[in-house]
DNA sequence: TCGAAACATGAACCGGGTTTCAACTTTACA
DNA sequence: TGTAAAGTTGAAACCCGGTTCATGTTTCGA
């Protein structure tokens, strides 16, 4: 029985991993390790792939959405494929990692501008889930990202969570917040309010489509006050 | 051609989605369509091959899994299993609903017992992170059902969605919570809730191993009493 | 204008995994 | 004990899509 992730009884090679491009958070699009576009031509190549792209896995998910479908959408041949990408995981962890600095770049504007830390939170659900709304093939690349590209998709959630474990910091700070003595608190809340926020977006933007302000005003009201009578 | 689903854009002809097997909640295991075993020799077989199955799926994922190599694991020849099933889409389908259905049954001794609503509540969630840091294969079948078998993913969350509600439902009712007249809300909280714990138990039970009671004990006041000050 | 580098093309290669199947073994039951 | 049904076997057919590559075209700086 298994102990923890403990190696295969039997001796099946592990996959290899390609190795994350650096890629960073440089130009719009999201190119890889060593094979950026050197031309105008091949830049605007580059950025049809990633959008053919993004609307393949969107719509086949991985492992149905083939590189042919991929170059047939972006009218370019197969081989083109290969001048920027080396294999059909390296799209996908550039568009999991493009993606994921969009969503952040949608929500931040919400988080400016008058109110408290809670209410700067309610700004960031409704905007979160305006987003899920008109980009549901996103939502669906950074869930899949959990199998495709784990180490993408951990640091995409890990980076949420301390960003909202962080204003939670703050909000408690300046005295906003309840106190909570234990250390693991913040984490915690933070984990919580985003699962709930992802949930939300599933159930409320993406299978369904109810008023973003108002699932975010009660998500609030929730976050602010709680359920107990009183 | 098909009405839901709609056909995509090219003429790419709609991947066949076994028809589920309604397997229901009879025996243990879960049987499927029209093939289950009708010897004691069979049945062992099946669970061998149940068996085998959640652990390959839940190590390799779906894609990488083979069939090969539950039958490996099974110890039983590669034919055996199509004895069983009609294709690799269909156990992982059987062992959603399977595991879909042991979630459930873990949880549910917690929510009898002494306490109001959200002290049951609290204790479902603690229940919640035990089975999951118990399980983790679980964990990941479920969340990768959501591209292998929509339906089965959606019936799953539906479900507890429906449940928790129910629960808030009945606590309102005995004026154990504070009232919210929006007529979304229960459900809007239903989702909340359940997607805090979704969350939670990957960050604490699977990723890392925190002590399921004081997380749960983090989350219950937060539901409870909400987080703003006074 | 010219040449080298960048880019584009798509047929063919290739490997691996799913599924089939005909022969064989075990079980159930009269 | 006999035999039909249930179950088992694993080699091989089959399928399919990712990846390669040799050839042709475009870009761009000198």
Redesign the pocket.
């Known amino acids: 029985m298994l102990i923890e992730n403990a190696p295969p009884a039997d001796g ?1 090679p592990p996959k290899p991993r390609a190795k994350s491009g650096s890629a960073g958070s440089a130009a719009p699009a999201a190119p890889p390790s060593a ?12 950025r ?1 792939i990633l959008t053919a792209a993004l609307e393949e896995f969107g719509e086949y998910g991985f ?9 047939r959408r972006a ?16 799209v996908f962890q550039g568009l999991v990692r493009d993606m994921s600095a969009q969503v952040g770049e949608y929500v931040a504007p919400a988080l400016s501008g008058a109110g408290d830390g809670l209410e700067r939170e309610r700004r960031a659900l409704a905007a979160f889930l305006r987003f899920a709304a008109e980009h549901k093939q996103v939502y669906r690349i950074i869930d899949e990202a959990e199998f495709v590209d784990p180490e993408g998709f951990r640091t995409h959630y890990e980076t949420i969570a301390e960003r909202i474990a962080g204003r939670l910091a703050e909000a408690a700070a300046n005295g906003e917040l309840r106190e909570d003595e234990s250390p693991l608190a913040h984490e915690v809340i933070a984990w919580a309010t985003m699962g709930a926020n992802v949930f939300l977006g599933l159930r409320f933007a993406v299978w369904g489509s109810s008023d973003p302000e108002e699932v975010a005003a009660i998500t609030s009201r929730l976050l602010r006050h709680g359920l107990g009578a009183k």
């Open positions: 099946r094979k950026a576009p050197r031309t105008a031509r091949g830049e605007k190549t580059l049809k492992s149905d959405a083939s590189i042919v479908g991929i170059t009218k370019v041949a197969l081989g083109t494929f290969y001048t920027y990408f080396d294999s059909k995981e390296e």
